[in-house]
């Protein structure tokens, strides 16, 4: 059996456990950001973690190299970061039980990952208790949006997800997605679902960066 180590400072710790007691509260930072009027995300964008040093490092290695220790310890970090959150006076009492939306990945990247969705693996267990609703599909393929200017980013997503037939969403929803960075991707796919009848849509990620946030 190999060891658990701290996925930040890797010090050994008891099986089952990825962050040291130490390390923890350095990378849980909690932000909401309220949105203007007008903007698909009316519900406000809910994080959960800084996209710097060791959570950087963890989804690279998830996404690009397809490690499950690196994905299990970002999703501990999720389960920790969304209990917190959800005690919070500023999460909002709808959200507490409305259904969760994930965004759809690339199919192609998708699949070269073994089929596994990376929000959906992240918050699974973290929102466990919310009903999932299989809303949203991706209808093209989108190119990797880490490397493309925010004009880019906008333009690479624009129209790439429809609503799945049969489907009719209403209230709020809880629209989920790993890292935002400009915010193209999740406005896209929360544009989309407002078009369909959604009154109100949260936007809930694990990471943020700091230096591209809705930039």
Not at 7 to 12: D, G, V, Y
Not at 66 to 85: D, F, T, V
Not at 100 to 119: E, H, L, M, N, T
Not at 179 to 192: K, N
């Amino acid at each position: 059996l190999f060891p658990y180590r701290c996925a930040a400072c890797h010090t050994l710790l008891s099986a089952g456990e990825h962050w040291c007691d130490a390390c923890l509260p350095k990378h849980l930072a909690p932000r909401w950001q309220p949105l203007p009027p007008g903007d698909p995300l009316d519900g406000g964008l809910f994080t959960l973690a800084p996209y710097e040093g060791a959570v950087r490092q963890l989804f690279h290695l998830a996404k690009y190299h397809h490690n499950k220790n690196a994905l299990g310890a970002l999703a501990q970090l999720a389960s920790i970061a969304a209990a917190r959150l959800a005690t919070q006076p500023v999460w909002p009492p709808a959200a507490r039980t409305a259904p969760v939306v994930f965004i759809p990945g690339d199919a192609s990247r998708q699949a070269a990952r073994g089929g596994v969705s990376i929000p959906h693996a992240l918050f699974k267990a973290a929102l466990a208790a919310h009903p999932s609703l299989p809303l949203l599909v991706r209808t093209r393929p989108t190119a990797p949006q880490y490397s493309l200017d925010k004009a880019a980013r906008q333009a690479n997503v624009a129209g790439c997800f429809a609503v799945a037939p049969l489907i009719a969403p209403g209230g709020t929803l809880v629209l989920v997605d790993d890292i935002v960075t400009s915010g193209a991707t999740l406005r896209e796919a929360a544009q989309t679902i407002k078009k369909a009848g959604a009154a109100t849509v949260i936007g809930l990620a694990l990471a943020h960066d700091n230096q591209q946030l809705f930039r």
